[in-house]
């Protein structure tokens, strides 16, 4: 239970991030009434962050419209001309002309929009909020590309509360290098896991199951195979992205946001297509 002193305070934070949010939608839109509402939730599913932002912008019902039909010139008996009548008057599907957020289907419906922001109320900026909302908001900055560097960021930190991080001081020591080998072997686990959850269609484990994940099936001759197959194409992969000059290394393999360097601007052409 919060005290108080603690309920003001929460209204007052709810309040500040509810401006950052409207602060990205087109002033028409909020006056017709969209609305924003923003919450402190928490989570105890295993993996969550133990209190998050839930951000709800709920977009107001578009006017309802009848359309009429025209009638035949003839009807075959009174069923065809009871029907009928019932069918004169149907109801449209309420839209807005055009999306009150640009190129925003739940804006054109009336419908909602949501999103998650993985800190407490009290800590939410408004980088926070742009970086929870796509770029069809004013200053959004979440694409799939943003997505990805994120998931893979808190991975590797992760990795590195749990094993041990780099350290300049033992970089050439026995424990540097111990480290390094324990952060090896769990991005090599990793990877086998994400190529099997992709597989499973993105379906993860149970919390903590072991059995059935991170296998390679080194057994089965055609897996041995496929699998010799796939290295030599990632290793293909990898060398010409590294032969194509600056590109960032990190992405390096099937998907690669790559993006042009100052020799592909003059030419007019991007490698990797």
Known sequence: MFTANENILLRQHKRRVIEYVESTIPEDALDLGTAVMAMQVSCRQPGCVPLETAITIVFPKPPRKMKKKKRNATLNNADD???KEEKDNEEEVP????PLVPNLEESRIGGNFKTRILKPLAEVTKDDVL???????AGGRRTVESLCIK???MVFAQIGQLVGSNDEELKDTEEGKRLVEGRRLVAEYLKVCLEEYVERGCVPPEWGEKDGWGSNNDDDDDNANQSEDTSDNAAATKTDVLKSGDIKKWGEGNIVFKRP?????GNGEMDGK
Do not use: G, Q, V
Request: hydrophobic fraction near 25%; avoid cysteine.
């Open 151 to 153: 998931a893979r960021d």
């Open 131 to 137: 970086d929870a909302l796509p770029p069809n908001f």
């Open 261 to 265: 360097t100052e020799d592909d601007a």
């Open 95 to 98: 839209t807005f002309p055009k």
């Open 81 to 83: 001309k009871e029907n």
